[in-house]
């Protein structure tokens, strides 16, 4: 599986940022999901995950309610749609993709990675 993200940018606090994740190679409806961050300095973070199944999601504290992590099998991509940025949101943003039904919170457990794309958050 490649995967390959897109999306981030330079944006001020309090705005929007959808990012894409293309899937080629294998179809992303049997995989299992996720949205990981590394911010300078700091460990991979999960920010966003979802089963195949697509009715489970999770999210941690730090991104409940802004943002959202979604997948159109048809086009075989998943997004992380994400509003009132924060500055403390700057870091670079990773798909991740795991051979399971269910997601996991590790980054140990993710095979397949995209290469990453920067999102800067201004204040």
């Known amino acids: 599986v490649q995967l390959q993200a897109s999306g981030g940018g330079l944006v001020q606090a309090g705005g929007s940022l959808r990012l894409s994740c293309a899937a080629s190679?294998?179809?992303?409806?049997?995989?299992?999901l996720a949205w990981f961050r590394q911010a300078p300095g700091k460990e991979h973070e999960l920010v966003a995950a979802i089963n195949r199944n697509v009715y489970s999601t999770y999210y941690p504290n730090s991104a409940k309610g802004r943002f959202t992590i979604s997948r159109d099998n048809a086009k075989n991509t998943v997004y992380l749609q994400m509003s009132s940025l924060k500055p403390e949101d700057t870091a670079i943003y990773y798909c991740?993709?795991?051979?399971?039904?269910?997601?996991?919170?590790?980054?140990?457990?993710?095979?397949?990675w995209g290469q990453g794309t920067l999102v800067t958050v201004s204040s």
């Open positions: 190679g294998r179809t992303l409806s049997t995989l299992a």
């Open positions: 991740a993709a795991r051979d399971s039904d269910t997601y996991h919170y590790t980054r140990e457990y993710y095979a397949y």
